[in-house]
């Protein structure tokens, strides 16, 4: 295929790549589906890449002569090695996927629709930005809170089935806003609980990007107490890396309301984040724990977690510089929030011990942030009695100590 001369004109101009379903955008120039679909839906872009005049319609129209000229010039060079492109399938049409939503309504028909709409998500773009117009994703939310009330293996079965679809259709925000109510936060909390792997993912998920859409003052009334648990348990299942980081963030959105740091704590975030960060070397990751380490440990309850932990100093003292500037600020941070208002002589003492201390002054000595610096200092002169004659602390960073 490399060999062969392609004309300019078969080529996409996004990717510069033969077309394999030509289509033209409202401004006239012809692109590949897949690559312009990926530039409006999943880059969210609003001009059309060649003219760089906005898009005020998005409808894609088959460029059926073009497709046909790529078609028959395959086939003459098929003795170059050239294979001929299938005709494509043309994207359903919104009374089709009107039809199936009224057909999923009988219980005899439920299962086969729920199956079709599953299958005609996966196609391409398009149908997705179809399904969500016509109102899929509140007729899928609906069906998920109602079967997660009937504990029925058909019901559960139709609930992950639906679930997953709503997953796929990876919705614009007004559409995760259609979906964003109390019943259906709550149907996703019980789905987290008795689901199978994968619907645990795709509930924690959803739940992300609901709250990333949701007023904050609303956030504490939606959230069950029983969703700290279920997230705590889907941290601890590690069922996979996307799932975890979805489920940190949900953590970090909802632990800044309310009493729900207290919540989180006493659901066991803080000894599972600490035995997480022993063993994570994924950069983001680390951030997101850290983040979540220093929200729960602005309350008492946190601090006293991490404390009791006989990892907890260290492992946060460890990933100072190690990880990224936005970690070390957050892990400056959380030594800073214990040695400011936990610091018994025996906490003091074991930050001397366990190395915190000898770090801190390390990293005054390295470039790295100012208000990282300023917090490092205010923390050695708070406790200067108690650490700077201390022996624990190298001779070539003890003349970092300030005066």
């Known amino acids: 295929m490399a060999e062969v001369e392609i004309p300019p004109y078969f080529l996409c101009p996004i990717t510069l790549d033969i077309m394999k379903d030509p289509v033209t955008i409202s401004t006239g120039i012809t692109y590949d589906r897949d690559s312009i679909e990926n530039w409006i839906f999943s880059l969210e872009k609003i001009t059309c890449p060649v003219t760089k005049q906005l898009l005020f319609d998005t409808e894609l129209t088959p460029n059926i002569t073009l497709r046909r000229l790529i078609q028959s010039w395959c086939v003459l060079h098929a003795s170059q090695g050239v294979e001929r492109l299938p005709t494509p399938k043309a994207p359903t049409s919104r009374s089709q996927i009107l039809k199936l939503l009224n057909d999923a309504n009988s219980p005899d028909m439920q299962m086969n629709c729920l199956q079709r709409l599953k299958s005609i998500s996966y196609q391409n773009q398009a149908n997705k930005r179809c399904m969500e117009t016509v109102g899929t994703a509140e007729f899928l939310a609906f069906l998920i809170v109602q079967k997660t009330l009937d504990l029925e293996s058909e019901s559960k079965q139709a609930c992950e089935v639906a679930l997953s679809i709503l997953y796929n259709l990876q919705l614009s925000e007004s559409g995760v806003k259609s979906i964003s ?18 619907s645990r993912a795709y509930a924690v998920m959803l739940l992300e990007s609901i709250l990333e859409v949701t007023d904050p003052a609303q956030i504490v009334s939606t959230i069950n107490p029983e969703s700290f648990s279920q997230c705590i348990q889907i941290l601890k299942d590690e069922i996979s890396q996307k799932a975890t980081k979805a489920t940190l963030k949900v953590l970090i959105n909802i632990c800044q309301w309310g009493r729900n740091r207290i919540k989180a704590v006493e659901a066991g975030a803080v000894n599972l984040l ?7 070397s994924d950069k983001r990751a680390c951030e997101m724990i850290l983040v979540l380490l220093d929200l729960l440990c602005q309350c008492a309850e946190g601090r006293a977690e991490l404390l009791n932990h006989s990892a907890g100093l260290a492992i946060v003292s460890k990933k100072i510089l190690r990880v990224s500037q936005v970690a070390s600020e957050k892990a400056v941070k959380i030594l800073y929030s214990v ?8 906490v003091l003492q074991e930050m001397l011990q366990c190395g915190v201390v000898a770090k801190l002054c390390l990293v005054l000595q390295v470039d790295c942030g100012i208000k990282i610096k300023e917090r490092i200092r205010e923390m050695l002169k708070l ?6 004659n ?8 003890i003349c970092s100590y300030p005066s």
Request: with cysteine.
């Open 339 to 346: 040695s400011r208002f936990s610091a018994t002589p025996g």
């Open 181 to 198: 109510n109390q019943e259906f936060i709550e149907a996703l909390r019980r789905i987290m609980q008795w689901g199978s792997y994968e």
């Open 390 to 397: 201390s022996s624990c602390i190298p001779n070539n960073l």
């Open 383 to 388: 406790h200067s009695r108690a650490w700077r």
């Open 274 to 280: 600490i035995d997480l960060l022993l063993d994570y």
